[in-house]
């Protein structure tokens, strides 16, 4: 089934994400990673699932799994892996950092992945307002095709 990936380790943002997805995207499936590796790990397999790649780029410090240290990366690691392999799909960078989007977004382009920007803004409405309008953009395009 088509799916929708988002990265995004904020449990606030992540929770408004999987609720307008299950109201709003209920054709999709929808998986999400709190941290670039395990987001990494998921593409290898099933990256010809994916209809949409949602991206934050900062994931926060490091982690602990069981007794060990985990570095959950970010999202560039995620964008650097993407720009290995031929576009499968639309993706949307979703970060206030202002240094490091371009950069993902550059990356996408060069090797001909779509991709576009949302600023998150305005606590969580950008959520309900701009990410969504990019969903609807690029599913909607998607769904005609199929």
């Not at 709190?34 to 949602?54: G, Q, S, V, Y």
């Not at 799909?89 to 992945?113: D, F, K, R, Y």
Request: aromatic share 8%; glycine share 4%.
């Amino acid at each position: 089934m088509p799916t929708i990936l988002v990265l995004e380790d904020d449990e606030e943002r992540a929770a408004v994400m999987k609720r307008i997805l299950a109201e709003r995207f209920d054709q999709f499936e929808h998986v999400f990673f709190d941290n670039a590796p395990d987001t990494i790990t998921w593409l290898r397999e099933n990256l010809k699932e994916a209809a949409l790649i949602c991206l934050d780029h900062d994931l926060g410090p490091n982690q602990y799994h069981g007794d060990e240290v985990f570095d959950p990366g970010t999202g560039r690691d995620v964008v650097d892996y993407l720009a290995t392999k031929p576009p499968r799909c639309p993706v949307i960078v979703h970060t206030t950092n202002s240094w490091a989007a371009p950069g993902m977004e550059m990356a996408l382009a060069e090797m001909g992945w779509k991709c576009s920007r949302v600023i998150p803004s305005a606590d969580l409405k950008w959520i309900r307002t701009a990410w969504v309008r990019k969903l609807n953009k690029f599913t909607s395009a998607k769904r005609s095709v199929e």
